[in-house]
């Protein structure tokens, strides 16, 4: 589509999501970022209902029960001028391999930190995932209100447990009790925590890194010690560079408190002025497609189940890449060469005065399905033809075999089974002779869902049996041999008929490696 104003739409949208170890305080930070967007007027809303339609599900009864959050979804607002897309992710680390498909769809990332807790198990995976994007990464340290480590211990840490420079966007003066405010180091001002107390100014100006004329903080001891520390940091630590941190080579740190609402406008503004527009996308050649390319293309990352029981239609998310999407238009879903027309899209803005019929390249849109779409499908417009890379895929560790529980309901069994693949909620893999349903998972939380919604949504009861722990190993067709199965591990298929081991533990891998120095076992992140 002709779109006059493509670039300048393009140039303005910033396109994240928000990776944590549970509890730092991603959700409660998504609420205030949304308040600074006009997207919600109240704080308490995002926990609560979630985004509108999307806490209707029955099934997400689960979610409501452990309180975590089984599904990402979709938010965005404008602020300063730019249009902001926030791509949550489920909290729980059973679910991250629906977080690692996500992060496919961001041009960067924002990884909050708990300032007591430091970097966590899960924020140091999904860094990880990132990382080997190559887009940058903003770091907020939260929970400044409370008692937590030292900033220069936060810093050290990071750059030590996830090899990353770390540039200070500002500075606590305080924590906890104590906490007085923000040495804005990026912006040479101090940013008070409790403004009432400081001449019912917010914001004070520095001239030579210093307070002007007779402020009450300048007395102070706890701003010279901030004063020494700033001048370290400045002095021995990383010098900002716009490249690295484009690179993801270099994190720009900001700290601050959700809860309290403290530094985080802060770090909205610098976020929305620093972070990347949307960037050109690779395809499978390698190429990659300009987000200027007037022609539309996208992929879809994620496939969710609708909220309404009785229907069992879906959206697929799609990540727009390139040119205009318009309603009604026509594409071409690449993997089947099938003509389909966009009309039941959904847009995810959360402004509803803002009925936006359009979306450009780094937007999110919902695309109604009916079982067409699978994860990591690529639609585009007219003669574009491309093929986005294909997402990554990880390899479960945890393994049940799979039966109908009524053997005259067979056909939903089936039906749902292959739905609960394409959307990515499960994997499947068959015995190789004997074709007996095998279904691998990232974690434990994963098998309970889709348990759940086999007997929800596909009036399907399910007997599982647990296999436990595998380590699945894949290898070349053509080296196959039947005769290398044996009490040690399971020989089967995905559902690409590719062929694959289940190990029992690292010993039966390696006694197979052994045995067969010239098969390469493959795994796949
Ligand atoms: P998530 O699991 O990362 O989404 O974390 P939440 O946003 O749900 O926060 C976890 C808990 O930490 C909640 O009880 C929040 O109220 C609390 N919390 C979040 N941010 C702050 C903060 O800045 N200061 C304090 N004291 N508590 C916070």
Redesign the pocket.
């Known amino acids: 589509m002709n779109n006059p104003n493509l670039k300048q739409q393009v140039d303005s949208r910033r396109t994240f999501a928000i990776i ?12 205030q970022l949304l308040l600074f967007g006009g997207a919600i007027r109240q704080a308490g809303t995002v ?1 609560g209902k979630k985004t509108g339609n999307f806490a209707k599900s029955d099934w997400m009864d689960i979610e409501k029960q452990r309180g975590i ?1 089984v599904t990402s979804s979709v938010m965005q607002f404008d602020f300063d001028g730019k249009r902001v897309n926030i791509l949550d992710t489920p ?1 729980h680390e059973d679910f991250s391999e629906d977080t690692y498909r996500t992060l496919m769809a961001v041009d960067s990332a924002v990884m ?1 930190i708990d300032s007591a807790k430091g970097i966590e198990a899960q924020t140091k995976k999904l860094f990880q995932v990132v990382k080997r994007r190559g887009i940058p990464i903003f770091t907020f340290i ?5 008692d937590g480590r030292e900033p220069l211990e936060l810093l050290e840490e990071l750059e030590e447990l996830l090899d990353i420079e770390s540039y200070p966007m500002n500075w606590p003066i305080g924590m906890g009790k104590g906490l007085e405010g923000l040495y804005d180091i990026y912006n040479e001002r101090i940013e008070f925590y409790r403004p009432e107390q400081y001449e019912g100014e917010r914001f004070v100006k520095l001239t030579d890194g210093k307070i002007a004329g007779a402020h009450p903080l300048k007395e102070k001891s706890i701003y010279e010690d901030v004063l020494g520390e700033v001048e370290l940091v400045r002095e021995a630590g990383d010098q900002f560079d716009l490249e690295k941190i484009g690179r993801g080579d270099q994190t720009p740190v900001f700290f ?5 609402n ?1 530094g985080v406008e802060t770090f909205l503004e610098s976020f929305v002025d620093l972070a990347p527009k949307p960037h050109a996308h690779k395809t499978e050649e390698g190429e990659a497609v300009s987000p200027y390319e007037e022609e539309f293309s996208g992929f879809v990352f994620k496939i969710q189940a609708n909220m309404n029981p009785n229907h069992r239609d879906r959206i697929a998310f799609v990540r727009v890449c390139s040119g205009t999407f318009e309603r009604g238009m026509d594409v071409f879903l690449g993997r089947t060469a099938k003509k389909m027309k966009l009309s039941n899209v959904t847009q995810f803005m959360a402004d509803a005065r803002e009925n936006v019929e359009e979306a450009v390249a780094g937007d999110i849109i919902g695309v109604y399905d009916t079982g067409n779409y699978q994860i990591g499908d690529t639609i585009y417009e007219g003669k574009l033809k491309v093929a986005y890379e294909e997402l990554p895929s990880f390899t479960p560790e945890l393994f049940m075999k799979v039966t109908a529980k009524n053997v005259m309901k067979q056909k939903s069994f089936h039906k749902g089974i292959y739905q609960l693949v394409q959307e990515g909620a499960i994997q499947l893999y068959k015995t190789y002779l004997t074709d007996e349903y095998i279904i691998g998972a990232v974690g434990q939380l994963q098998f309970e869902v889709f348990q759940y919604r086999m007997l929800n949504e596909y009036n399907a009861e399910v007997v599982m049996t647990p296999m436990g722990n595998k380590i699945a190993r894949w290898i070349d067709p053509e080296q196959l041999d039947e005769r290398m199965s044996s009490s040690r591990n399971i020989l089967a298929k995905d559902r690409f008929d590719q062929p694959l081991f289940l190990f029992e533990n690292q010993f039966a891998m390696r006694w197979f490696a052994d045995k067969y120095p010239d098969v390469e076992l493959k795994s796949l992140m």
């Open positions: 944590s170890h549970p509890d730092a305080g991603k959700t409660t930070i998504t609420e926990k959050s909290g909050v939260n929970k400044l209100d409370r601050g408190s959700a809860l309290t403290f």
